[in-house]
């Protein structure tokens, strides 16, 4: 049963969700996950370069390379938000051709599956793209062992993709591809558009699908998101941002190109400039954050000290920041190997590793749609633990923060670890994170996030505690972290916000319940006159609850601007939180 407090004289105006999709958000319950990690293959040969993506129902899909047969083949198994494994023990097989298939990138499917990418070399010993889309019982649904994407000419590698944005029915649900094409000294950035039958929308696979660059030089792979620009219910197009050596100087510059979902090459031939400044810049991630628009973001050598910087990109790919990006973080020592997501309100969430002390460090930022720093200028400790934390990865919270994970060796081994922070910059899981895989005397490494849809991620990683490399998987709960790690009693009840505030219409705040309670809530003017009332009272479960207020009285007016407080009774304990409105 779908449990909330409603509120009158609309329902929906004021409420508290205790559920997301019908399922607790979080429940020290649901005890299939293990505190060191579930496995999710252990075979015993060794299972790399792993990739995850949800499964759109609170589990995820895993994808890795993996030579239990001699050639390095493509094995992929599906976890349910409970840990269990949902396909064959070791892995389902993706593709297990001849000659060598790896790396592997995995892309959302539909009704609960994945769609798998990868380089290929099994027809001339040069590396082409192949791809199999896999149900939500790992069976494959295109021909066996995948379908080629491009068996053009020269090398294609390190393949990712994205949902096309397709609502489905008559709107077939398909994918955006890109890869990297040739040699060092002649590469192209090539995209491809790929229906939910697995054939190619723009080329044939002989042709190898469209080129956004070419003629490049010592370029990296690229990556991309939807633009989000195009029919309503109807496939999307994508941006593509890649490094290249291209100027005076050998030295990487960032450059970015659109494609619109006809497959038409938008902006500027072989891409615009993100930044051209001298010095290397490398390593961008890119975000979308509506209309079209784009954010990305790189580490940038202008200076002797490595930084971050970031440039918004519009639908026509102007610049919207300074030539060359605003900073993100000039602390000294280098900052590396970003990464991005959206923040809900035009803005995004930055991680990076930070070496401005003695032992490698995780920081965050958060940046809003002028490209200002909402947080300390040279961005938060993700995770105050001694020893080093590097290589974050990071998704969404679904309320306007982010979740991260990193490797961590406060133990000396390399462990994984996890954070939750809100809108605001706060830590919701202590200071030093929650441990995902920490196992004595072992290494555990490379680690990926995947939403898990409830204010909570999956966390994968490489782990050696067998001595040959497995693949192993936690789920980071929305109050808790790890489910094996209990909510801390001194700050067990509490309500916090999780979106911007001072507040323009529509407040998000969590209330973290560290027991059963019987809750009310209502809104009050500064005067302590009722605003919104509470409709009734209901028995809500341990974990994390978003309360929501879209800034209206009860007779569904807009209120003022001033101050207003939000009023919860969770049992014997009253939490009230100042809400500020401005219009």
């Given at each position: 049963m779908r449990s909330r407090i409603t509120f009158r004289p609309s329902p929906f105006r004021l409420w508290l969700l205790a559920t997301v999709a019908g399922t607790s958000i979080a429940s020290p319950a649901l005890a299939g996950w293990l505190a060191t990690g579930n496995p999710a293959c252990?075979?015993?040969?060794?299972?790399?370069?792993?990739?995850i993506v949800s499964d759109e129902a609170?589990?995820?899909?895993?994808?890795w390379q993996d030579d239990r047969f001699g050639n390095i083949d493509i094995f992929a198994q599906r976890v349910d938000s409970t840990g269990a494994k949902l396909w064959t023990a070791d892995g389902v097989f993706v593709c297990t051709q001849s000659a060598f298939q790896n790396m592997p990138s995995a892309a959302v499917g539909f009704n609960n599956g994945a769609t798998i990418f990868w380089q290929d070399a099994r027809l001339t010993g040069e590396f082409d793209i192949y791809a199999q889309r896999l149900s939500a019982t790992g069976a494959p649904l295109w021909a066996l062992d995948g379908v080629p994407l491009s068996t053009a000419s020269h090398n294609q590698g390190r393949p990712v993709a994205i949902s096309d944005g397709a609502a489905g029915?008559?709107?077939p649900h398909g994918y955006i591809a890109t890869w990297l094409e040739g040699s060092a000294g002649d590469q192209a950035i090539v995209v491809q558009h790929v229906n939910e039958s697995g054939t190619g929308l723009w080329t044939s696979a002989a042709i190898g699908g469209i080129r956004l660059a070419i003629a490049l030089s010592n370029a990296s792979h690229p990556r991309l998101v939807t633009d989000n620009t195009g029919t309503l219910q109807g496939s999307k197009g994508a941006v593509v941002v890649w490094p290249d050596e291209r100027t005076v100087g050998n030295a990487h510059d960032i450059f970015a190109r659109r494609v619109d979902n006809a497959g038409t090459p938008q902006w500027m031939a072989n891409g615009v400039p993100v930044c051209d400044h001298v010095g290397e810049q490398q390593n961008p991630d890119l975000v979308h954050i509506g209309n079209g628009s784009v954010i990305v973001v790189w580490d940038d050598s202008r200076t002797p000290d490595r930084d971050i910087y970031a440039q918004m990109l519009d639908v026509t790919g102007s610049s919207q920041w300074a030539d060359n990006g605003l900073p993100v973080c000039q602390s000294s020592g280098a900052q590396s190997a970003p990464r991005i997501v959206n923040d809900g309100a035009?803005?995004?969430i930055v991680v990076w590793t930070d070496d401005r002390s003695v032992d490698s460090k995780v920081y965050a930022q958060r940046i809003d749609v002028n490209g200002q720093r909402l947080w300390d200028p040279n961005g938060i400790p993700v995770c105050s633990a001694s020893g080093t934390q590097t290589f974050p990865?990071?998704?969404?919270?679904?309320?306007g923060g982010a979740i991260v994970a990193w490797t961590d060796r406060r133990n000396g081994d390399a462990d994984i670890y996890a954070q939750r922070i809100d809108a605001n910059g706060n830590l919701l899981w202590g200071p030093t994170g929650s441990p995902m895989g920490v196992v004595a005397s072992s290494n555990q490494l490379s680690c990926l996030v995947a939403s898990d849809g409830k204010l909570g991620a999956l966390v994968a990683w490489g782990d050696l505690?067998?001595?040959t490399s497995d693949i192993y998987i936690n789920r980071a709960f929305a109050s808790y972290g790890n489910v094996d790690v209990p909510l801390d009693a001194a700050v067990a009840t509490r309500l916090v916000f999780v979106s911007s505030h001072?507040?323009?219409?529509?407040i998000l705040m969590r209330l973290d319940l560290s027991a059963p309670a019987e809750v009310e809530m209502a809104v009050l003017d500064a005067a302590g006159r009722r605003v919104q009332s509470g409709g009734r009272t209901e028995m809500l479960d341990s974990g994390s609850h978003l309360l929501t207020w879209d800034g209206r009285d009860d007779a569904g007016?807009?209120?003022?601007?001033?101050?207003y407080f939000a009023r919860v009774r969770a049992g014997a304990t009253t939490l009230v939180k100042r809400i500020v409105e401005v219009r």
């Open positions: 252990t075979e015993p040969h060794a299972q790399n370069n792993l990739s609170s589990g995820a899909v895993l994808t029915g008559i709107n035009l803005g995004a990865a990071i998704t969404s919270d679904g309320a505690r067998t001595g001072p507040a323009s219409g529509a007016s807009a209120v003022r601007p001033g101050v």
